[in-house]
Nanobody, 124 residues
Framework: QVQLVESGGGLVQAGGSLRLSCTAS????????MGWFRQLPGKERESVAA????????YYADSMKGRFTISRDNAKNTVYLQMNSLKPEDTAVYFC?????????????????WGQGTQVTVSS
């Protein structure tokens, strides 16, 4: 069992930056690939980025490439999402999730544990 707690959300102006953090409980953080997902108002949850167990592989959804960076610190049981050049359309609840799958996966169906989410609001 893994418990995930996100932090770092908030209100930012367009063009600004935020760094989200997600800290996991337990001693086996490096056993999980980690992902960030978001849910826009009135929309289904979508993939944002993912990182493999030791950070050797990363994935970004097309609209995030070049603006968002996912990273992890296994010693701190934490995964990060650095978000730059934020746009009003990035306004969403952002969730982190952990995947125990052997194969690196980027879709939400492959993730077993989820945080409660953190709100990111980008004003124009």
């Amino acid at each position: 069992q893994v418990q995930l707690v996100e932090s770092g959300g908030g209100l930012v102006q367009a063009g600004g930056s935020l760094r989200l953090s997600c800290t996991a409980s337990g001693r086996t953080f490096s056993s999980y690939a980690m992902g960030w997902f978001r849910q826009l108002p009135g929309k289904e949850r979508e993939s944002v980025a993912a990182i493999s167990r030791y950070g050797t592989r990363t994935y970004y959804a097309d609209s995030m490439k070049g603006r968002f960076t996912i990273s992890r610190d296994n010693a701190k049981n934490t995964v990060y999402l650095q978000m730059n050049s934020l746009k009003p359309e990035d306004t969403a609840v952002y969730f982190c999730a952990a995947s125990a799958r052997v194969v690196f996966t980027t879709t939400q169906e492959g993730y077993d544990y989820w945080g409660q989410g953190t709100q990111v609001t980008v004003s124009s």
